[in-house]
């Protein structure tokens, strides 16, 4: 369990304390989610959430829609992304947050991180198609429906072609690292992210540690611009848990929490539901207190 006490405004604007449960990291179709932005708008206002962070993948472009939304909804949204950065192990995903599409910085940064993606997903593609398996770039386009390609478009191209009997399949025999259609990804320096991040105002957290997370880890993080780690999510059970919350207690991190709600899954699992991670409001409000301020702020 989190320890006693724990508990945590934005895009959207500033507000009042925030009252209520969060979910801080989420997806929809502009990354790999099943939604489109104001769908999942509305099933987290539908799960009483009191605000929300929509994070997908290397791309702002779902945060006006989502904006919008939250704005008839009474929810408060704010607008975040999940990177995908290097460090000591190989791979790491950073969520930042207060965050707008209108900052040229974070656009052009963002728009060639999903040129890479593509360029990996045409290299996965021609692997696939070595092995024999009719597969085509188009159709991991259809599949990403405008969004930034990933890997779970790649798969859901495999089974709508017959080639796996599902996503797990399709990772399993072709798509996870060693497989024989893996490609790795060509990946920013975390302290290359944090900064960009830290230069319009945003806040830098890292997704989904596990156990990786170690307070050795999390002090070297921190050195390179860290300022939060998510201590709640679907993959941390409880020991994990308190363990990352002690190392955060102990280091001065702030401490961020969300589903990692991409949909409602199907034959090959269920993800955690939206608000399901019990984040307190009172952690957002501390994130927002803590940003960095810039002197000369880009265009929100």
């Known amino acids: 369990m989190d320890r006693p006490g724990d508990g945590v405004s934005s895009l959207s604007g500033p507000a009042g304390p925030t009252t209520g449960l969060i979910d801080l990291h989420m997806h929809s179709t502009a990354s790999d989610g099943e ?7 509305a099933r987290a206002a539908r799960a009483g959430l009191a605000a929300v962070a929509l994070t997908d993948h290397d791309t702002l472009d779902g945060v006006p829609a989502a904006l919008a939304a939250g704005s008839r909804l009474g929810l408060r949204v704010i607008g975040g992304c999940e990177f995908s950065v290097a460090v000591p192990w ?3 995903h950073l969520l930042g947050y207060f965050l707008s599409p209108a900052t040229p910085s974070i656009e052009n940064f963002l728009a060639n991180a999903r040129e890479m993606r593509a360029s990996r997903g045409q290299a996965m593609v021609e692997r696939l198609q070595a092995l024999g398996i009719v597969i085509e770039l188009a159709d991991l386009t259809l599949a990403a429906k405008g969004g930034a390609i990933g890997r779970p478009h790649v798969a859901r191209a495999l089974v709508s072609r017959g080639a796996a009997t599902g996503l797990n399949d399709a990772f399993d025999r072709y798509l996870g690292r060693g497989k024989p259609a893996f490609v790795d990804k060509v990946l920013p320096p975390f302290a290359e992210v944090a900064q960009l991040v830290h230069a319009v105002g945003g806040m ?5 540690l596990k156990e990786r997370g170690s307070r050795s880890v999390l002090r070297r993080l921190k050195e390179q611009g860290l300022d939060a780690v998510e201590t ?8 994990l848990r308190a363990r990352l919350t ?13 589903s990692d709600w991409h949909g409602d899954g199907g034959d090959d699992g269920v993800y955690a539901a939206l608000g399901s991670q019990q984040v307190p409001g009172e952690w957002l409000d ?7 301020s810039v002197s000369v702020p880009e265009p929100m």
């Open 90 to 92: 190989g791979e790491m």
């Open 232 to 239: 709640r999510h679907p993959g941390h059970d409880p020991d």
């Open 286 to 292: 501390r994130l927002e207190q803590a940003r960095p």
């Open 35 to 41: 939604y489109p932005p104001e769908e999942v708008m």
């Open 204 to 208: 830098v957290s890292a997704a989904h």
């Open 246 to 258: 002690d190392h955060a207690i102990a280091l001065g991190l702030l401490r961020t929490g969300g």
